[in-house]
């Protein structure tokens, strides 16, 4: 069973920093893209951002500049660094990963998703 674990989330103050962590486990074949989107109260979720296995990013207009997205393949693991945080950025944040898994009849394409860890920036 595969599972993705957010981590890195809590409280800071507008200007402040915080690294967010998702680490894969599971029998998974390859992982290809990886992304954080993120869902704030009475909104959509939506892309933060997301890098390939190549380790080519995309960001949305809001975050650029302020977050970097990272990951370290080794390890199964994608990162986001948050810094000049502002209270729009409040949100719970999901850790998303497009991977291959192989199966009785062959490989498959799948969609995980983490459960999401908050982030709030009030002061």
């Known amino acids: 069973q595969v599972q993705l674990v957010e981590s890195g989330g809590g409280l800071v103050q507008p200007g402040g920093s915080l690294r967010l962590s998702c680490v894969v486990s599971?029998?998974?074949?390859?992982?290809?893209?990886m992304a954080w989107y993120r869902q704030a109260p009475g909104k959509e979720r939506e892309l933060v951002a997301d890098?390939?296995?190549?380790?080519?990013?995309n960001y949305a207009d809001s975050v650029k500049g302020r977050f970097t997205i990272s990951r370290d393949n080794a390890k199964d693991t994608v990162y986001l660094q948050m810094n000049s945080l502002k209270p729009d950025d409040t949100a719970v944040y999901y850790c998303n990963a497009k991977a291959v898994v192989h199966t009785p009849t062959g490989y498959r394409a799948m969609n995980y998703w983490g459960k999401g860890t908050l982030v709030t920036v009030s002061s």
């Open positions: 890098i390939t296995s190549g380790g080519s990013t």
């Open positions: 599971g029998s998974i074949f390859s992982i290809n893209a």
